[in-house]
């Protein structure tokens, strides 16, 4: 089993920064991608971005070259920095993590901006 708590969330004017974060414990040494996605009030859960375990990153074009993912060297955090922040980037964002076979998801933490 592997554990998520995401934290760092919050209400942010437009064109502000969020930094995320999202602390893993378990078998947390058995995850090779960790990321985030995040959900908007009545659309589905999008992708945003993941950084695998060699530090390889991925991003959604929707934040390519606004937000930065990254991971701490013991590999059990991941981090999102997100800088010029829109409207249409208030959600719940959600830190996942996958081992062979399985996703965890964590409980989400809201980013809300306001215009």
């Known amino acids: 089993q592997v554990q998520l708590v995401e934290s760092g969330g919050g209400l942010v004017q437009s064109g502000g920064s969020l930094n995320l974060s999202c602390a893993g414990s378990?078998?947390?040494?058995?995850?090779?991608?960790m990321g985030w996605y995040r959900q908007a009030p009545g659309k589905q859960r999008d992708f945003v971005a993941l950084i695998t375990s060699g530090g390889r990153a991925t991003y959604a074009d929707s934040v390519k070259g606004r937000f930065t993912i990254s991971r701490d060297n013991a590999g059990n955090s991941v981090y999102l920095q997100m800088n010029s922040l829109t409207p249409e980037d208030t959600a719940v964002y959600y830190c996942?993590?996958?081992?062979?076979?399985?996703?965890?998801w964590g409980q989400g933490t809201q980013v809300t901006v306001s215009s």
């Open positions: 996942h993590a996958i081992t062979a076979g399985r996703i965890y």
């Open positions: 378990g078998r947390i040494s058995s995850v090779t991608v």
